[in-house]
């Protein structure tokens, strides 16, 4: 596709959106950025909805922004959309990574509820780059790499908004059944839907023994010897096909595996946790496995039975008595135990 003029940019994350704008693309640049695999979520937009994200988001930043800082970004990134009126074109930037994959359909979905007539809307979605054996999203490449993939963005068509519409929706849903079947259903018009959905259904507690896919990289990389918070957040990255978190994100996982009556994990340092936000000297922290997550990880004890669990994975909460758990033998869902 040529450009037909000033267009509007939406990327879901700074570090690409900034070489985006260094690269000199004719238009505006704006980030839509939230960490949707994680946390409450809700199908509309509204009041509600952005308090409860806001809540949720300056709990894992250690309060670095208050619930209604994070509430009011959330409503001023659903604002900045709103530009798209002023552009014969929007693109969307995403990769195949599970964040970028959640928040494309949220995104999707956002704009099937917009009146598109007369405006082009057009994706960019990569999951690999020449040269670059391990790619790990859009924000590694340079401008003019960046500025390079432009002319092969695509439509969006209607059977992508109805996707990503219902794709969101199942990511909202009180159970975990319906993205499951979504995967199932082999969601081709999005070609790496369906294995963000099946990396997102590995973040629910496994069958066999309680840790989530992210927490079991972690505990792994530390007994095989990563000890600092850098070498388990590089080692856990590396286990990754299509790395999805950030530091942000592995400091509060690492956090909660020390957590409960009986941690998995010792952290040692300046404080018996990590910093979730703004660390520094990360290398003053030492990490290890306690002899109860040594068990865990032996399968000879359940995460859950040892210290509970309360925790929101889309529209589902996990907290004792509703715990959906995910098969990693067989790669399906566990239902909760009605006993």
Same mark, same amino acid.
């Given at each position: 596709?040529?450009?037909?003029?000033?267009?509007?940019?939406?990327?879901?994350?700074d570090s690409s959106a900034d070489s985006l704008r260094a690269a000199g693309i004719d238009g505006s640049v704006i980030v839509w950025s939230d960490l949707l695999h994680w946390g409450p979520l809700r199908p509309v937009a509204d009041e509600s909805s952005y308090r409860e994200r806001g809540e949720f988001l300056s709990g894992i930043t250690d309060g670095a922004m208050s619930p209604d800082q994070c509430a009011d970004r959330g409503r001023r990134q659903d604002e900045a959309l709103l530009a798209y009126r002023d552009f014969p074109e929007t693109v969307l930037w995403f990769d195949a990574c599970l964040y970028d994959q959640t928040i494309l359909v949220r995104l999707l979905d956002w704009f099937a509820r917009q009146d598109l007539t007369g405006h082009t809307l057009s994706l960019i979605c990569v999951g690999e780059y020449p040269g670059l054996p391990t790619f790990c999203g859009l924000g590694e490449l340079t401008p003019d790499q960046l500025a390079g993939l432009l002319p092969g963005r695509v439509p969006v068509t209607p059977a992508m908004l109805a996707l990503g519409q219902r794709a969101w929706l199942a990511l909202c849903a009180d159970s975990p059944l319906a993205s499951e079947q979504l995967a199932a259903d082999d969601p081709s018009a999005l070609p790496y839907l369906g294995e963000a959905l099946v990396r997102f259904l590995e973040q629910f507690p496994?069958?066999? &023994?309680?840790?989530?896919?992210?927490? =079991?990289?972690?505990l792994e990389a530390i007994a095989a010897?990563?000890?600092s918070p850098v070498a388990v957040f590089r080692a856990a990255s590396a286990a990754e096909p299509h790395p999805?978190?950030?530091?942000?994100t592995?400091?509060?996982?690492?956090?909660?595996?020390?957590?409960?009556?009986?941690?998995?994990?010792a952290i040692a340092g300046p404080?018996?946790?990590l910093p979730q936000w703004e660390a520094r000297?990360?290398?003053?922290?030492q990490l290890t496995v306690t002899p109860a997550g040594q068990r865990v990880l032996a399968g000879q004890a359940d995460a859950i039975a040892l210290n509970g669990i &309360?925790?929101?994975?889309?529209?589902? =909460?996990l907290r004792p008595g509703h715990v959906w758990r995910w098969n990693r033998t067989e790669r399906h869902l566990v239902a909760p135990s009605r006993s």
């Open positions: 596709m040529s450009a037909p003029g000033p267009q509007l940019h939406v990327h879901p994350g496994a069958s066999e &023994d309680g840790l989530c896919r992210l927490e =079991r990289e972690c010897g990563a000890r999805f978190f950030g530091d942000t592995v400091w509060a996982c690492l956090n909660q595996l020390a957590a409960g009556p009986a941690p998995l994990l404080e018996l946790r000297d990360l290398d003053r922290w &309360d925790r929101w994975l889309g529209g589902t =909460r």
